[in-house]
C-alpha cells in the first residue's frame, strides 16, 4: 500500500489528489487536504482518473488500420511508417499538405512543449488547435495590450468585493483561465465579507445560483450591455482614465467608442433593462474593488474578442487592474511568459489562410475553416491530418463536415489512447501512456492562478517497457522529420545527442531555477518544490505594472485599433438581431469533460444528459413535453434530440452539452458509445465566427426546432 500526492491535470483548477495503491492497482482517489491551493476539494472526473487507468479501451501500444481492422505494430515500425508518409506527402504537394491539430489535454500535459518543437519540424502553416474554438480572443487582447499572448490577467476572487461573472459557470466547470478549485467556497467567501457576486447568462447556472444576482442576457449581445456599463461609468465621471498611471496609453479613445450605447439603446438587444444596467454599474464602481470576469460563452461567441476587450478596458477605467481585488497578473515560478517572449511568439495575422482569408495567430489557423483546406483543391490542400490530444470531428463547428473531409484524406495519424470520432480514421494511432503513468508540472495553469502556486507530481505508475510518454513520441518524430537529404542527416543525428540531455525534468528545473522565484543558490528549486508533496504557497496576486509589460513602448494599449474598429460591425448589428426564433447554445457538466471521458461507468450513468434545455413558455408553443424528441436544424445540419424543459434558460434559447455523439461508426468506446448522444457541434456553423480573432461563434448559433411525431 502507498499513498501519492499529485495534481488532477483533467481541467485547469488544479486539484490536489490523494492516490492510494496497491501495487499498480489503485485503491482509492480523493482530495488532498494538505494541498494549500486546494485544500481537499475534488470533483468527480478527478476520482475517474481511474477509471481511465483501468480502461480496457486504452490503447498502450501503437494500432495500424488494416482491412482487417485495427492491428498492433511496433514503435519502430510506427515511427517509421508515419514519417516517410508524412515527408512523402510533403515531397508532393509541399509541406502545407500537412494539418496538425493540437487538443485541448496537450495544455494539460508537460510533454506539450516537445510536442510544439515537432510541430515546428512540419513547416506547414497548416496548425490548428483547441484554441480557436476556446480562448484565442484573450490571447489576441494579451498580445495587443500587455504585449504577450500569454499575459493574461486572472480574477482575483479572493479578495474582491465584487465580482461580476459573464458567460462562465466555474461552479461546474472548475473556472477556466482562472484557477481557482472550489469555487462555491470562494464565492461564499466573497458573500461573507460583504461583498456580491453577479452572474450574466442566458442560463440560470448553478453559479448563478450561488450568486446574489443572475440576469439574462441574449447570447451574442454582451459587448452590448459592455458598451453600456462603459457609457455609465463615463457619463457619471467614475472612471479614473485622468489618474491612471503614464504607462497606460489610449484611455480616452473608449470615450468615443462607448458614446452612443446609452443602457436604453442596448435594452431591448441584451434582453437587461435599462434601469439594471444602470444598477449594475454603479454596484460596480461603488465596491471597494471590483472585477469582471468572462470566458467560454463570451469568447466563443460572434463578438468574442470585442467582448473580452471590453472586459479588461471595463477593470481599467474603474480602477480595478492590477490592484487586490481586481483583474491582476500571476508571478508563476515557471514563467512561460517570459519564456515565450524569448523565443518571439507574438504574431497576428502575418498571413491569412488559403480558403476563407483568416487571420494567423501564432502560426496557427482558426480551425472552423480546416474542413475548406481539406476539401478546397490547389496549391497547399490539405492532404493529410496528424491530431494530437484532440477530438476535432467532435469539438470544432460543422463536425460532420470535418468528418467527412477528414475520411477522404490520403493520410491521418493520431497521438491518442483511445479510438474516438476522430481517430477512427488514422492510418496509424500512437497511444502515450496515462496521465498517472508519468511526472507531471503544469506549465500553463499555474500562470493563471488565483494564487501564487507551485506543485510537481512525480509518476505514481511506472509504465511497463512497451509505453511510450507524449513527449518521447513527439522526440523521436521530430528526430526522424528533420532527417531529409544528407544535411538532414546530420541535423538528426545532432538532435539526437541534443534530446539526450533534455527532459521535461531538466527543463523543469531549469524553469525553476531562472524563474521569478529561482536564485543560483538558495532561491526555489526542484529539489525543494519535490520535497513539498502537497504544493507550496508562494502567496497572493500582487501588482506587477508596469515591469512585468511586454509591449515595446512599455504601455499598455487601452484601446488598440483592431478592437475599436470593430464597433462599425457592432454597431450594424443592433438593428439586425431577430433573424431565428431559437438561439443555441452550450451546456457543461460536472461529470463531463469535453469529448473525452464519456467511457468512464461512474461519470456516464444514471438520466441521459445529452438533452436539449428549453424553456417552459416556448415548450408549450411548440407542444413538447418533457422526454419527447425534437428535430434541430440549423444552416449546415439537423440533430435528433430528447428534450428537458427548464426554465433555468431563458425564452428564446435552447442549450445542448458538447463532446457528445459517439455513435460514429468505428469509434471503439465500449461504455460511450451505450451512453452515445448526438453532437451539438454538427448543428454549429464553421462560417458563423468572430470575425476579428477567427475563433469560432458556438454559442448564439441560429436554429429552428420541430418537434417529432
Ligand atoms: N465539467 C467540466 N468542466 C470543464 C470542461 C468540461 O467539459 N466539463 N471543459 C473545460 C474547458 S476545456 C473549458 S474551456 C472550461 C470552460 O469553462 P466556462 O467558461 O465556465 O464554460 P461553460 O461552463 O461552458 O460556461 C459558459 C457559460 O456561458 C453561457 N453562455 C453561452 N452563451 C452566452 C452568451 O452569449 N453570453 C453570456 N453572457 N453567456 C453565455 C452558458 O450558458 C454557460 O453557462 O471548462 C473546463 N472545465
Ligand atoms: N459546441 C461546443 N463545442 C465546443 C465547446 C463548447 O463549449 N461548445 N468547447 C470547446 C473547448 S473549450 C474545447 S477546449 C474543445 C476541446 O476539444 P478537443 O481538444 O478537440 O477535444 P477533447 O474532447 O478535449 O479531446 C481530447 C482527446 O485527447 C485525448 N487525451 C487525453 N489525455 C491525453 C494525453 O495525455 N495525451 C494524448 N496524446 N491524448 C490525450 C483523449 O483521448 C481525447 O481523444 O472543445 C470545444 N468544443
Ligand atoms: S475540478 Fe475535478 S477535474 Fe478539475 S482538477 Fe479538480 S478534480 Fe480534476
Ligand atoms: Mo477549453
Redesign the pocket.
Known sequence: MAVHYRTCNLCEAMCGLEIHTNNDQIERICGDKKDPFSQGYLCPKGVALQDVYEDKDRLKEPVKRTRNGWQKITWSQAYKEVTQNIKEIQKKHGNDAIAL?L????V??H?SIFGLLFAKSLHTKNRYS?ST???VPHHLIALKMFGNALLLPVPDVDRTDFFLIMGANPAVSNGSLMSAPNIAKRIKNIQKRGGKVVVIDPMRTRTAELADEHHFIRPGSDVFLLLAMLNVVFSNNWDCIDSLPKYYKNAHVLHDVVAEYTPEKVQEITGISAQNIQQLTTEFCQARSAVCYGR?GVS?QEFGTTTQWLITALNIVTNNFDQPGGAMFSKPAFDMVDISQKSGDGQFASWKSRVRNLPEFNGETPVATLADEILTPGEGQVKALFT?????V???PNGEKLDKAIAQLDYVVA????I?A??RHANIILP?TH?LEHDHYDFVFLLLAVRNFVKYSPTVFPPPKYMRH?WQIFRELHIRMVNRGLSGKIKSLLLRAMYTLINPLRIIALGLRFGPYGKLVGGLSLRKVKKSVHGIDLGALEACLPQRLMTKDKKVDVAPQLFVEDEKRIASKIHDHTSSKFMLI?R?NLRS????MHNSKRLVKGPNRCTMWINSCDAHDLNIQNGDFVVVTSRVGEIKIEVEIHDKVMPGVVSIP??WGHGRKGVQLETAQQHAGVS??DL?DELYIDTVSGNAA??GVPVEISPVK
Open positions: 491539430y487538443g485541448n489535454p496537450v494539460h500535459n510533454g483547441a474554438v476556446d480562448q467560454l466563443v494530437v490530444a484532440g477530438n476535432p467532435l469539438s470544432t497521438v491518442d489512447f483511445y474516438n476522430t481517430t502515450p496521465t507524449d452550450g457543461r469533460n469535453n469529448s473525452w458538447h463532446g451539438i457541434n454549429t458556438l454559442n
